[in-house]
DNA sequence: CGGCAAATTGAGCATTGTCAATGTCTGTGG
DNA sequence: CCACAGACATTGACAATGCTCAATTTGCCG
């Protein structure tokens, strides 16, 4: 079951290609990656804070999360990732990571020796140049997140989330029109939204009684997306989706 | 006082050394860029929200930062700059801006036309590289302050960020070691913190009564260092220094 | 000295956290 | 197929952190 390295590979191609006009020679440096592909069970951590990591990420299918632990044993996630997405680039250029990135669900992680990543982004910069893009989305994701957390109560940061985590699996073909699977427990919803655990219950049952969603297991159905959009104040524009969606000019002016 | 053309990219020149080994032709290169600068007064927008910028900036001096609005009118920082800082790399790359940048104290700001940016990212990968190192950071700050705004209470929210200022400003030349000007008032602080004006100014009391600093006008003393530290939970891992302060390595593996 | 922006302070209140108990679902072994 | 364990979800009662409103004071600048 676990995808052949070429398969992968295809699909960070295409990922890349949306972010920036690849030619040929792009191409085939990218392919040509040594890659190793492995099953990783939930919630192993793949990269610790402090680490010096000689092999860079990436996640080929499942959930995995980013987040960083503070003195007094608090966790705060910072960021949930989903097929096709680098866990961590910054790592192939900086020298020590700064937070955890762990697996959510059981997930099949694309392995890339840093000096392979290096070599590709020196020898090829349109390739870098679409890899920094790709980390370029993911910071305007954490500043978002900062106003999320810092400005919203928590019925909007509650439904802001929801609201996020819909819209990017809708673009990864994960969600129908109604709704999708929210892949982590309360607990996990509370450490990402920075809230106590009860009260993102409580939050979650308001939405319900509200009908800004419909809950049923893990499935999280949205009757009508813009009620649940104006309850969060979510606006996609940070999600950056014009360089993201094939066909809205990724690469304008260049 | 505007300062030159060269010293302004020498400045840059010397900021991306620490970040990667340039080579003659890219220290060639990026300071053959052409450049405008201009002195701005306090509180201007640099970039707003919804633009598609065709020129990048670079702080040359003063204070700057970047906020987005809430929906109902909100505001919250993400981040502060100051001397030497890139405020806009990542719109060389993304086409619609997600949030404000506005200088905070009388700046001086260069101009750089973004075709000229990508081009010079894309023909000397090296100098691209190391501007991504610094867009890195930035993003590795950003989490730092979803952790801070996430987690911490709001004393040892401001006392982190007090923290942090602390030690970019002292990186960058600009406090003694005792302490230094904080050129912000107590709402700005309230906006970046996630708090409101009157908690900030309680909280500030309660560290001066506590003797984890001492104010007079703008200048913040720190008589102990160690205890501010430990009161905000501050490890300056996040900060990267050792890809910032000469010497430290900047650029080990390749 | 007047005029403002910024800083302080007090009082009352709301959102959200903590503690602790109970309910529900799922998978496993017998 | 049932019983049970463990993880997750839900609920109530109470406490506390932090917010809002509103009034004052202080410092700065012409």
Redesign the pocket.
Known sequence: MPESRKDVLSQMLRKLELRATLDDADRKALLALPTRIQKVEPSVYLIREGDRPDQSCVLVKGFALRHKMTEDGGRQIISFHLDGDFLDLEDSLLNIADHNVQTLTRCEIAFIPRSAMRELILSYPTVGMAMWVDTLIDASIYREWVVNVGKR???A?VAHLLCEFGRRLEVAGLANAHGYDLPM???QLADAT??????V??V??RLGSEQLIK?K?KFVHIPDWERLRSAAGFSELYLHLDQVVRGHRADRSL
Chains 1, 2 share one sequence.
């Open positions: 109560d928590g019925f940061r427990t309360q607990e920075g809230m106590s655990l009860v009260h219950n409580r979650l049952k809950r297991r």
